[in-house]
């Protein structure tokens, strides 16, 4: 399947959820909401005298992965395995001891908490277009008519040096810049450790995963999604169900707030965010390469009515010129190649024309037909 190039405009004049937020409406506008079956569930009922507890009303894994960055061996191997079990099984967990520093942490979020506390003037000035995404957003895909996500947005590149434009990151606040430099280099660092373990636990060369991204020449982007109090939290969502499109995505959550949840045997998982922890989860690029060893699992997020949100996804992803497909080694006479050969540029096109749509992408045109 094909997509045609991106439009240079949105298909409908843009409203910032925050001026709704802040205008202080008591219902939320038609085009934000959703369908009975995509509105947060209650959590599924649990018989306390159920000797089977229900798989999935637990929180992701929480890894201390510290010993990666010490010289024990054996303590690393350790991480390594329960590393590789959570992206086989969840496809997501939360890492302690990560190596990106707790002040670093916190100023990337209130730098960003404070660019979307500025007048409307200082951040129209960056908005954004469908042809590259890059800057100020409101929404993610451009069909006409589409039921909106509750939250507001900023997009921009990290890497390749090439498509990084301090021009396009915003001037104010003014540590900013520095403060995104900082965070982008040390979650590439985890990164890069994360490649490894996942390469090294599929039984290939330990810098198979960041070779197939283009060695140094991975690419990394971020995205800052602000979510405004809502008036009616029930009836719509942050950020619809997706799989992220790309390699590896760290998110640095609100500490006060949660709000991501993860499909877990059909269920709404509530991630609740462990102080100093980031979020690590599989995008689907891995999934391709690892023949769907490692999955790229759903998620979304809710909103509610007297917190507002701010998280920080960062994605560290392949080049977007070179071709992803499943690891030869791990296509087998037993286990074909479950998805053809394609692009990052050509991939993400998909859930840029569409907006978020579950799995669809992975499940549907991405994987290949046999015959
Ligand atoms: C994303 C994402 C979840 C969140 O930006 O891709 O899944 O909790 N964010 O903000
Ligand atoms: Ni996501």
Redesign the pocket.
């Known amino acids: 399947m094909t997509i045609a190039n991106l439009p240079g405009e949105w298909p409908e004049p843009i409203v910032r959820v925050q001026s709704l937020a802040d205008a202080g409406i008591s219902a939320i506008p038609e085009r934000y909401i959703k369908p009975p079956s995509d509105r947060p569930s209650p959590p599924p009922p649990q018989n306390p005298a159920s000797r089977h507890p229900i798989v999935g009303d637990d929180d992701i894994p929480l890894i201390d992965v510290g010993p990666l960055f010490a010289g024990d061996a054996a303590a690393a191997a350790a991480v390594a395995a329960q590393v590789t079990e959570a992206c086989r099984k969840w496809g997501f967990f939360q890492a302690v001891r990560h190596g990106v520093e707790p002040e670093v942490m916190d100023s990337a979020r209130e730098v960003w908490r404070e660019f979307f506390h500025q007048p409307a003037a200082a951040k129209e000035a960056y908005s954004n277009s469908p042809a590259d995404y890059v800057g100020y957003g409101s929404r993610l895909g451009v069909e006409k008519g589409a039921v909106l996500d509750w939250n507001d947005y900023f997009f921009l590149h990290c890497l390749p040096s090439g498509w990084k434009d301090h021009s396009k990151w915003p001037a104010t606040p003014t540590p900013l810049r520095d403060v995104v430099e900082k965070y982008s280099e040390q979650v590439n660092k985890f990164c890069g450790k994360l490649m490894k373990i996942l390469s090294t636990n599929l039984g290939l060369e330990e810098g198979f995963l960041q070779d197939a991204f283009g060695g140094e020449n991975f690419a990394a982007c971020l995205?800052v999604?602000f979510?405004p109090k809502c008036p009616q939290p029930d009836l719509t969502l942050?950020?619809s169900s997706?799989s992220?499109p790309g390699g590896l995505?760290v998110?640095l959550?609100d500490p006060d707030v949660s709000?991501?949840q993860v499909r877990q045997n059909g269920n709404w998982v509530t991630v609740k965010p462990v102080t100093g922890a980031l979020i690590v989860n599989i995008g689907d690029q891995i999934q391709v390469l690892s023949n769907a060893v490692y999955k790229s699992v759903e998620?979304?997020?809710i909103v509610n009515s007297n917190q507002e949100r701010v998280?920080l996804?960062y994605f560290y992803n392949p080049r977007g010129d070179l071709l992803i497909q499943p690891a030869q080694k791990l296509v087998t006479p037993e286990k074909p190649a479950l998805y053809a050969p394609m692009t990052f540029d050509q991939y993400r096109l998909y859930i840029r024309t569409k907006g978020p749509k579950g799995k669809e992408q992975l499940e549907g045109f991405g994987k290949k037909h046999q015959g």
Request: charged residues 20%; aromatic residues 6%; hydrophobic residues 30%.
């Open positions: 995205r999604n979510y942050g950020l997706h992220d995505t998110l959550p709000g991501l998620h979304r997020a998280s996804a």
